[in-house]
């Protein structure tokens, strides 16, 4: 076996190597791209009807209702109204789900996760519990 002969043997290798590694890759990428449609992380499952709910800011300082409870992996459509007067509590916030309304303002978010979260005023004056299950 001469020189010329190993160095070929040695270049099918790695060709060889760079070729398992390639299909490999690919076939990681075509399973993770069909993952990201219909099911998000874990055994969520996201989709279905959207859980309507509405808040309402009082005039007597607070939010009404005070707690809901929602669905986790469910789109939930949030609408919010302010009464006049309601001061600072007309602009709701919850701050985990990027949501900032104003009076007559709609949102569309899903909750991935069980938990407590605060909707409130920029204050937190006004504060009411999301509970996510
Ligand atoms: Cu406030």
């Keep these: 076996m001469n020189e010329i002969t190993i160095s070929k043997r040695k270049l099918m290798l790695v060709v060889g190597l760079i070729l398992i590694f390639g299909v490999y890759f690919l ?5 993770a791209s ?7 992380s874990g055994n969520v499952i996201v989709g ?3 859980q309507k709910i509405t808040i309402k800011a009082l005039n007597t300082g ?4 005070q707690t809901i409870t ?9 609408a919010f109204f302010a009464d006049k007067g309601s001061g600072c ?27 407590e979260y605060i909707y409130h005023c920029s204050m937190y004056m006004f504060a009411g519990k999301l509970l996510v299950v």
């Design 27 to 31: 076939l990681q990428s075509v399973n």
């Design 34 to 40: 069909s993952n990201t449609t219909g099911t998000a």
């Design 48 to 50: 279905g009807e959207a």
């Design 62 to 65: 607070y939010y009404d209702p």
């Design 70 to 78: 929602v669905k986790k992996g469910q789109p939930v459509e949030l």
């Design 89 to 115: 509590g007309s602009v709701m916030f919850i701050n985990e789900f990027n949501v900032r309304l104003k009076n007559g303002e709609k949102a569309t978010f899903t909750p991935t996760q069980a938990g």
